[in-house]
Structures are given as C-alpha cells and as structure tokens.
C-alpha cells in the first residue's frame, strides 16, 4: 500500500482545490444536501481567499462559505476530535446567521443558514453516517423554523463496499482515501465527476503554491503543539511546586503539633512525677 502525502480531508488542500474548481464543489454540495445539481441557479463562493498572512494562524479556519440559491452554506473538513464538536459548529451556525442580518434589515430578510460538517471520527451513537438536525418541538416533533440545518458526515462509518451508484457515498469515500490503491479503486469505477475530482487533486498537490502554504499550514499545527506542551509542562510544574508546597507545610504543621503533644506529655510526666513525690513524703 503506498500511503498518500495529502489525503482530501488536508485542509489546505480542500480549501485550494474547490476554490480553484468551483465547479466539483457545486457537484460536492448538491450531493451534500441531496439537491439536484441542474436546478442549482445561484452558486457563489464568498471566502475564496487563502491570505498567507493569516495560513499560519492556528486559529485560521480554512472553510468554505458559499451562497447556494439564497442560503448561506458553511463547509468544513474537520480530521481530529477536539471536544465540544457540536458546540463549536452550533457557534458558527449563530454566527453566520446573525451577520447576514444588514443594517435596518427585517429578521424576516434572515437566510436559511447551513453547516455542513465532514468529520473523521465518531460523533453520534447511532450507525448512520449522515445526521442532520434543526429546532424542533420535543413532543409534536414539529419545526421551529427552516431557516437553520446543521449536516455532520461521520467519514468512520462508511460502508466498506463503494456503491458506484450513489454519488454521495463516492464523494465520502474519496474524502477518506487514504491509498494511492484507494484513488485507483475509485478511478477504475469510470465515474466522470470522480476522475475529474481525483485529477484537479493530483494538478494541486504539485504545485508548489500549494506545497508553500501546506508547509506554512504545517509550521503553525507544530508551533501550536509545541505551545500546548509548554503550557502543560509549565502548569504540571507550577501544580507540583504547590502541592510539595502545601505538603511541606501540613508537615511543619504537623511538627508543630508533635512537638507541642510531646511538651503536653512532659509536662504531665512532670506534674505526675512531682505528686508522686509529695506522697511519699507524707
């Protein structure tokens, strides 16, 4: 098995090939929210900039936002489990939804806000691979509104067998492609949309405008790593100078005690002692 240098969940990658093939990501987002592609009419891609300046932030997101017939549509590759998944797309969703709002605008004039999350871990116990939610009613089931759609595509729970048929599950599994033998196992299907998806990704791997930003990309997940670790070995070493701290002084409290327990005890060996004397005496 030769393993691929860039899978399609890199994000670099997956910013810079739709970006640059609008076209694939209209195919990718009608499979996405089960929309016939032919009766898309407005497709645009609102954040197409990658500004170098800011790849290597670690807190630089490289999504995609789009416009698809009126609504707003946020797209993201997410490869690791950091916590609070649902939360944080859930926080984006608010966001975009409350920007859209202009200047004396109407809520009325809200858009229907969607985040569409492709995932690489479990986030959901059930078996299904697509989970969409949306405000409902807890007892009558019934909705709140439209105008909020939160899609999560759990990639670990595809099926093992690629159905040549189903456009959604051959985006998916393109997604988790891991193999140059995987690719090949997907191109030997001869579905047009996937051997042009498949060459746009080979086109962009080797430029070397891609190689700049996956390395700038690269620099800024070490960096942070780095930082993370710092920050934990320097909070493990402050906890442990506390706590030997307290330790030392229950033990110099607990001296203190002893050593007035001890002062108790003479004293009343002493007085015991003394009064053992006099009664001799008498």
Sequence with gaps: MTKLEYTFKNDTLFKMLFVKYPNLLKRLVSELLNIAFESIGQFVITNPEMPPESIGDKFCRLDINMTVDNQRVDLEIQISDE??????????????YSTSLVSGGEYSDLPRTVIISIIDFYLFDCTEFHSEFMPLEVTRHTPLTDRMSLHYFELPKLPVTIDADNGLELWLVLFNAETEEELKQI?????????????????????DE????????????????????HARREATAKANAKWQAVVANKDAALANKDAEMQAVVANKDAEIARLRSQLNRD
Excluded: C, Q
């Design 83 to 96: 916590g609070d998944y649902p939360e944080r797309s859930l926080f984006y969703w608010a966001r975009d």
């Design 187 to 207: 191109e030997a299907l001869e579905v047009p949309i996937m051997e042009e998806a498949i060459g746009a990704y080979r086109g962009i791997t080797a430029t």
């Design 210 to 229: 891609f190689k700049e930003i996956e390395r700038l990309r690269t620099l800024a997940r070490h960096n942070e790593a780095s930082a993370l670790g």
